[in-house]
């Protein structure tokens, strides 16, 4: 599986430890008494774009990992075999994070609460995203009601509506706290879909923030101010017309992206503006061609942002 290398992870452990004093962090946030170099993981479980399966990149999903608690952002097909290849239990996910709704973000959304629950989950699990999660919830569960009345009698397994706990988000603000890591929303923009989140995490070591995806947004820039990692969707504008030359709609979608997405230039800039200290490129748009290597992507970005640029692969880990 790719990973980066254990000196870039203690690079980037440096310089986010070197900014952790600027956090402004809960008082109730205590000095981490485990390791440092093992407090706060990040790792990128799916880095593909678009709705259409990818041969060389799995669907958007993220993990951050906090004391072997996992809180997970988006659920892209495939995010519990994902998971299982990083070496994450799912009975250790306790808090999921939906972006926005579209299918490349939320496909496996229920099959992951039913894929945990139907291994090792005994506690509850808290979803967090826009309306309509608690519907979709709901409907995935009974959707599933077979293998579930099944699984209930034949195993013993509680009621998974018991645990499964979806909180709908409407706009900004702090999302939810608990020992090792505060959350907070900014409203992006990713039209049509609104509202559309991005999402920072501020443990006792690390800051980090999902963009989730958007065009150039001034909040979230402020959002990642001062981040120690911010993990931003990118898209290759000279490769646009290739990926939808076959479409009957190339105009149309084109549009779309143009006006919902961010491109190098573009996330370089915004890196550069709000003063991160690492990049990390993801929902790389096209996110299938296999022409576009990394040296295109970091070529791309570097000229506008000069901080720690990584570019994402499935199953890295910083």
């Not at 808090?95 to 945990?116: K, P």
Request: net charge positive; glycine share 8%.
């Amino acid at each position: 599986m790719d990973r980066s290398p254990d000196r870039n992870r203690r690079r980037l452990l440096g310089a986010a430890l070197a900014g952790a004093g600027a956090l402004a962090l809960p008082a109730s946030f205590a000095a981490p008494s485990a390791p440092a170099d093992r407090r706060t993981r990040l790792i990128l479980l799916g880095t593909a774009g678009g709705p259409t399966p990818k041969a060389l990149r799995a669907a958007p999903a993220s993990a951050v990992v906090v004391d072997g608690a996992v809180y997970l952002v988006d659920c892209g097909n495939g995010v519990a075999r994902q998971l299982a290849l990083a070496g994450l239990p799912l009975g250790a996910v306790g808090n999921v994070f939906i972006t926005h709704h579209h299918s490349d973000h939320n496909a496996d959304y229920g099959n992951l609460l039913l894929l945990a629950w139907a291994a090792d989950l005994r506690r509850p699990i808290d979803a967090w995203g826009p309306p309509p999660l608690k519907r979709m919830t709901r409907l995935s569960l009974r959707l599933n009601a077979t293998d579930i009345r099944t699984r209930m009698a034949d195993e013993g397994r509680p009621d998974p509506a018991t645990l499964i706990r979806a909180h709908e988000l409407r706009g900004a603000g702090e999302v939810m706290r608990d020992a090792r890591v505060r959350v907070r929303a900014a409203l992006v923009d990713h039209p049509p879909l609104r509202p559309a989140f991005a999402y920072r995490f501020d443990t006792p070591d690390r800051s980090i923030v999902f963009s989730g995806d958007t065009r150039p947004s001034p909040v979230l820039a402020a959002l990642a101010r001062g981040a120690d990692v911010l993990v931003h969707e990118v898209m290759f504008l000279p490769a646009l017309d290739r990926l939808i030359a076959s479409e009957p709609q190339a105009a149309r979608l084109r549009r779309h992206l143009l006006d919902s997405h961010t491109t190098t230039e573009q996330v370089g800039r915004l890196a550069t503006e709000a003063g991160v200290k690492t990049l990390v490129l993801n929902h790389f748009v096209p996110g299938g061609d296999p022409a576009l290597s990394d040296e295109v992507w970091r070529t791309a970005v570097a000229a506008h942002f000069k901080g720690e640029l990584v570019v994402g692969r499935d199953l890295m880990e910083l």
